[in-house]
């Protein structure tokens, strides 16, 4: 079992940063990959970004160039930098952990609470 803790939501206004964290119970050495996806009232969850255990990364095109994944396997935490925010962008950030490859088909094993990113316009 992980449990994920995601930190570092809050209000920003348009053009602003966040860095959002993801904190991870035990060591995430062996999860295989780690995503932030994110829902807006009204709308369905998306894929934000994902890191493989490699480092392999990939985006959402509406994220492309603005937000960045990274992860610290010795401090157990994943974090989503995000850059020139847009109203937009506003949402519950969740983040997604899988130990195998069901995340390829987008269906992790841990998830988070989430975290609420509000851009002001």
């Known amino acids: 079992q992980v449990q994920l803790v995601e930190s570092g939501g809050g209000l920003v206004q348009a053009g602003g940063s966040l860095r959002l964290s993801c904190a991870a119970s035990?060591?995430?050495?062996?999860?295989?990959?780690m995503g932030w996806y994110r829902q807006a009232p009204g709308k369905q969850r998306e894929l934000v970004a994902v890191?493989?255990?490699?480092?392999?990364?990939n985006y959402a095109d509406s994220v492309k160039g603005r937000f960045a994944i990274s992860r610290d396997n010795a401090k157990n935490t994943v974090y989503l930098q995000m850059n020139s925010l847009k109203p937009e962008d506003t949402a519950v950030y969740y983040c997604a952990a899988d130990e195998g490859w069901s995340w390829l088909q987008g269906r992790y094993d841990y998830w988070g609470q989430g975290t609420q990113v509000t851009v002001s316009s």
């Open positions: 890191i493989t255990g490699g480092g392999s990364t």
């Open positions: 035990r060591s995430i050495f062996s999860i295989v990959a």
